[in-house]
């Protein structure tokens, strides 16, 4: 005979396992701004996301010195952040740096990866509230 507590886990597991998986842990827009943040050496609080068609953002920059305004799109294909300039090309070819992102930390952090063309590598850390954890 199952224990009152077994019965109570799987009561109850199907509800909390719903309620978790309900929210994704990091928004297209989050991950674009932060990835472009990353590409660009920025703090991505600074970088504002809207959306575009077919699930591409657009996201801009206001450099603070001179109020200067840079703009790129950016898409997700599966792990990957294709990015561009706008106006300008997506970075999706053999030479471009491949720029990928996990959820890490179970759910708490995002992980962008840069993989250069010539092999070097460099990864960022960014929790939640897209502080960069050192």
Known sequence: ???????????????????????????????????????????????????????????????????????????????RVVWADEPGRWRDGPKDAKVSFEVVSAGERLRIVITRANGVTGQQLFDHDLNEVH
């Open 1 to 79: 005979m199952p224990s009152v507590r077994s019965l109570l886990v799987l009561t109850f597991l199907p509800a909390w396992l719903s309620a978790a998986s309900a929210e994704p842990a990091f928004e297209i827009h989050t991950v674009c701004r932060t990835a472009i943040a990353a590409i660009m050496d920025r703090d991505p609080k600074l970088v504002q996301a809207t959306d575009a068609s077919h699930g591409t953002v657009v996201l801009t920059y206001a450099r603070p010195f001179d109020n200067f305004v840079f703009t790129y799109r950016c898409r997700i294909d599966g792990d």
